[in-house]
């Protein structure tokens, strides 16, 4: 089966403008969370979608942050305006029991805010 | 805030050396899993244990969750090269097992 698909892979943005990340989660899993790792910092949690609902977005840092799922399939996270410290490694996994026993992650995106 | 501690940060050993990484907490988790992680690469995961005191075998590696579900370790035998890389540990936590990783351990195994 295919993987769980990111793009783009890297991103260079000047500070302010807008970048909007995709993720294509396996076929069939429900579940997909986007984690985010900055630099020198451990992987974090930003969001969780069961199919088309948001179920936790408890570790999105601001109001500049948007993700969608429309129709239960992908994903996009949106940042507009982009800070500085918005650069980093964003993670997409997805799991189809919820994630106890485990994820499938994929290779992420670079970010970096210039 | 759930947090991992995860020690040590960087490990440089001779091939067939033995390691442990370990994992730690204040807080019980419902679960830990084990990631490895290559660059330019996603984690990918080894093994979850979900039961206090467990212990999971997968060749020369050995995986152990403590009793009280805070802590874990991870065990290589005989390190092989290929054994290179970042090896993450993340408590599984929360309704939607959401997952709080540690810092993460890079392993350099040298011939």
């Known amino acids: 089966e295919a993987g769980v698909t990111q793009f783009p892979s890297h991103s260079v943005i000047e500070k302010g403008q807008t970048v909007t990340l995709r993720c294509d989660p396996i076929s069939g899993h429900d579940n997909l969370y986007w984690y985010r790792r900055v630099m020198g910092k451990e992987i974090k949690f930003l969001l969780h979608f069961v199919k088309e609902s948001k179920q936790d977005e408890s570790g999105m840092p601001n109001n500049r942050f948007l993700a969608e799922r429309t129709g239960g399939t992908y994903s996009t996270l949106k940042v507009q305006p982009a800070e500085l410290e918005d650069s980093g490694v964003y993670f997409c996994?997805?799991?189809?029991?919820?994630?106890?026993?485990?994820?499938?992650f994929g290779s992420g995106t670079r970010l970096t805010v210039v | 805030t759930q947090l991992l501690e995860q020690s040590p940060q960087f490990l440089s050993i001779q091939e067939g050396e033995n390691l442990t990484v370990y994992c730690n907490s204040s807080s019980v988790f419902s679960s830990l899993q084990w990631y490895r992680q290559e660059p330019g690469e996603g984690p990918v995961l080894l093994v979850t244990v979900v039961t206090g005191g467990e212990v999971k075998k997968l060749k020369r590696l050995t995986f152990q969750f403590g009793d009280a579900r805070k802590d874990s370790s991870l065990h290589i035998t005989a390190a092989q090269p290929g054994d290179t890389g970042l090896y993450l540990c993340?408590?599984?936590?929360?309704?939607?097992?959401?997952?709080?990783f540690g810092k993460g351990t890079l392993l350099t195994v040298n011939p």
């Open positions: 993340a408590g599984v936590g929360g309704s939607n097992y959401k997952l709080t």
């Open positions: 996994a997805s799991s189809q029991a919820g994630g106890s026993y485990g994820y499938t």
